[in-house]
């Protein structure tokens, strides 16, 4: 079974810094385009950003390029993001997700997620 | 503002059917990119439900089909059952280089 696990999620001061993590399971890691994927509370999904299988192309959403960095250890089968100056309005529960490829990219499948709240 | 237009929220009765739009501009579903759709039950992850338009995953219901004209997609789902309740929400890609993968803002259901 196909199993992504995320952590890190917790309470920061605004212009603080936290680093997410997502394991994965039950396929070949190495062989995937992997995201970030989040939701505000109450809010819809929010695209954050992308990473291919070697970390050489990472793709960001406007509103956290600068602050958030994406990468990945293939050989713990892992996924990070590097989250800095943080904002209030960056508090959301972050989904890891694996990319699919096809003609237009989709998100399949998800872990449960983890929290990070932005607050003084 | 989401990318993506979505109704707010569908309702029906049990056994009936809904569609959920999502409509998009000819710089993402207009430029032919593909639409996928997403279920997020009550307090969970989201799922995928319908991917490259019209195609599901093993173990989604044929109650639940995509189509996509235009610049617009949707989903329907027949036979309403009370564990269809959940928000759904579309995605695709878009050109503007501010947000490559996009979603709708999400529609909730409720039977």
């Known amino acids: 079974e196909v199993q992504l696990v995320e952590s890190g999620g917790s309470l920061v001061q605004p212009g603080g810094s936290l680093r997410l993590s997502c394991v994965g399971s039950g396929f070949t890691f190495s062989n995937y385009w992997m995201s970030w994927v989040r939701q505000a509370p109450g809010k819809g999904l929010e695209w954050v950003a992308n990473?291919?299988?070697?970390?050489?192309?990472?793709y960001f959403v406007d509103s956290v390029k600068g602050r958030f960095t994406i990468s990945r250890d293939n050989a713990k089968k892992s996924l990070y993001l590097q989250m800095n100056s943080l904002r209030v309005e960056d508090t959301a529960v972050y989904y890891c997700?694996?990319?699919?490829?096809?003609?237009?990219?989709?998100?399949?499948?998800w872990g449960r997620g983890t929290l990070v709240t932005v607050s003084s | 503002q989401s990318v993506l237009t979505q109704p707010p929220s569908v309702s029906g009765a049990p056994g009936q059917g809904v569609t959920i739009s999502c409509t998009g501009s000819g710089s993402n579903i207009g430029a032919g990119y593909d639409v996928h759709w997403y279920q997020q039950l009550p307090g969970t992850a989201p799922k995928l439900l319908i991917y490259?338009?019209?195609n599901r995953p093993s173990g989604v219901p044929d109650r639940f089909s995509g189509s996509k004209s235009g610049a617009s997609a949707s989903l329907a789902i027949t036979g309403l059952q009370a564990e269809d309740e959940a928000d759904y929400y579309c995605q695709s890609y878009d050109r503007s280089p501010s947000a490559y993968w996009v979603f709708g803002g999400g529609t909730k259901l409720t039977v």
């Open positions: 490259g338009n019209n």
């Open positions: 997700a694996r990319v699919m490829v096809g003609t237009t990219n989709w998100f399949h499948p």
């Open positions: 990473i291919n299988q070697d970390g050489s192309e990472k």
